[in-house]
């Protein structure tokens, strides 16, 4: 594997996780496999697989009932000529996941403004399995990426990083809001009131007045010990404190 495909796949996985809005491509039941694309808002997992909330009676739905394969595509904020822009599409089939409170904490911080659908019992979380991606890094940089590349393998993190993030979170918003203003500063957002929405093992996700930004680790982290240590680094990095303002929820 080139060190160009390797950068090729960590951006790919960086653009889809940076934004929540996508076009959901299915293959049209009520028009004999015609494609058929769709706005769908979206979080991705650890692994970097798309998890859509997705209605029943939605023409989407319909079509995935009859055939799993999809395509969601994600593209960088719009420039002046949008075929600048990165943009990346993750082809895939689309399955029903179990429902939980993590998964359903996780999806509201990202998108709150879809707590309404779950008061209404025909919503169900999808899972795109992802086994192909086209990365359009800008013009000329091209790549098709296996999706046993793109997808961060399952011994990569541990149980129990994805089972601190709920703490981790609730925790640094609560006690070291503090940290964030530093983590946001060093990447050179001014934010009085940041707001932590999601942690994976390769960075996290911070809501600011100008949208969301993503941190990236110095390199991924694998579990809860190494969530904090990560933390701690950046921590001393920003102001050269010592570690105390750190998620001591999360410390192994």
Not at 59 to 75: F, P, T, Y
Request: proline share 4%; with cysteine; glycine share 8%.
């Amino acid at each position: 594997m080139s060190e160009n495909y390797r950068k090729a796949v960590r951006d790919a996985r960086r653009l889809a996780r940076t934004h929540s809005n996508g076009i959901l491509s299915t293959l049209s039941a009520e028009m004999g496999g015609w494609p058929f694309g769709s706005v769908a808002p979206y979080i991705l997992d650890f692994e970097g697989n798309p998890i859509l909330l997705l209605s029943d009676l939605a023409q989407h739905s319909r079509n995935i009932k009859q055939d799993e394969r999809v395509s969601l595509i994600a593209w960088e904020d719009e420039k002046h000529d949008l075929q600048q822009s990165g943009r990346v599409t993750l082809l895939g089939r689309a399955v029903v996941t179990e429902d939980s409170e993590a998964l359903r904490d996780r999806y509201l911080r990202y998108l709150p403004q879809a707590q309404e659908y779950f008061a209404i019992h025909d919503f169900r979380f999808y899972k795109v399995a992802v086994e192909r991606v086209r990365f359009i890094g800008g013009f000329g940089d091209i790549h098709w990426i296996r999706g046993e590349d793109y997808r961060l393998p399952a011994d990569a993190f541990d149980a129990g990083l994805v089972a601190a993030e709920t703490g981790a979170v609730v925790h640094m918003n609560a006690d070291h809001k503090d940290a964030l203003v530093r983590y946001c500063r060093a990447q050179g957002v001014d934010e009085p009131e940041p707001r932590l929405i999601g942690i994976d093992p390769e960075g996290f996700d911070v809501a600011t007045r100008k949208g969301r930004l993503r941190i990236d680790f110095d390199a991924p982290v694998r579990d809860a010990k190494g969530l904090r240590e990560a933390f701690v680094a950046m921590s001393r990095r920003a102001s050269s404190a010592h570690g105390d303002d750190l998620p001591g929820a999360v410390s192994g």
